[in-house]
């Protein structure tokens, strides 16, 4: 995940748990960087930040000021941090221990604490106020998954869903747009895409009312796997 506020800023996850925060204008002087037997002294002294986590993460995400990252974990556990100081900011149970495939924060927790949640599946996106600990649910909206059959016998036919399991992931990826209006759904089993619209609502300083208020459903030719907003 690259930060926008904070210049040549990237996030990464590696398979030993750990998060690290690079500053890719350091790091140009290196030739090459192995992190897979540790991470080595060289990418510390260039001012790699490393947060080590309890379980694998599947996601992560900047706010829009840099400060705050958010984690989603397989251990069904999401995580704001603080990654400069490596303080755990808020840590919850969004899906009572399921698997948390998504974190997305909306923009910067100073200007609107609102984050959006996926489950295992991407088929249940929870709205959340970060402002309070833990956070307050605003809304879930559950999407309905295609039946177990239609998703075999799209893996038969679809050689790229059999080979990377796609069938038993109903939204491969989550992704909002720059304006923070749209959340974008995809589902690479019946070859289409979802819109969510949030209406993120301020009365008074209470976010309460903010919630995914429509749904556009729309079609592709062809399998998509990955995609990215800019």
């Known amino acids: 995940a690259w930060c926008r506020a904070i210049k040549d ?8 748990n750990r998060l690290l925060v690079w500053n890719i204008a350091n790091i140009k002087q290196l030739t090459t960087v192995d ?3 540790g991470i080595p002294p060289a990418l510390i002294d260039v001012g790699v930040k490393i947060v080590q986590l309890s379980s694998p993460a599947l996601d992560l995400s900047f706010s829009d000021d840099g400060l705050e990252l958010a984690t989603s ?5 999401a995580t704001i941090w603080k990654w400069a100081s490596d303080q755990c900011h808020r840590r919850w149970s969004p899906y009572e ?5 998504a974190s997305i924060f909306i923009t910067s927790p100073k200007d609107c604490p609102l984050l959006i949640t996926g489950n295992e599946f991407n088929n249940e996106i929870s709205l959340w106020d970060t402002s309070s600990n833990p956070p307050t649910l605003l809304q879930t909206v559950t999407l309905l998954e295609p039946s177990q059959e239609n998703a075999r016998l799209s893996a038969i036919n679809n050689p790229i869903l059999q080979e990377t399991q796609y069938p038993n992931v109903f939204f ?4 909002i747009d720059s304006t923070s209006t749209f959340l974008v759904l995809i589902n690479p089993v019946k070859k ?8 993120a609502s301020k009365a008074k300083g209470d976010w309460s009312n903010s919630s995914f208020d429509y749904i556009t459903e729309f079609a592709f030719e062809g399998c998509v796997l990955s995609f990215s907003i800019s």
């Open 35 to 37: 992190i897979s037997s």
């Open 97 to 101: 221990g399921r698997p948390v495939k």
């Open 192 to 199: 289409s895409g979802y819109l969510l619209h949030l209406n």
């Open 73 to 77: 974990g397989r251990d069904g556990v």
């Open 9 to 16: 800023t990237l996030a990464t996850l590696t398979t030993d």
């Open 172 to 175: 491969n990826h989550a992704c």
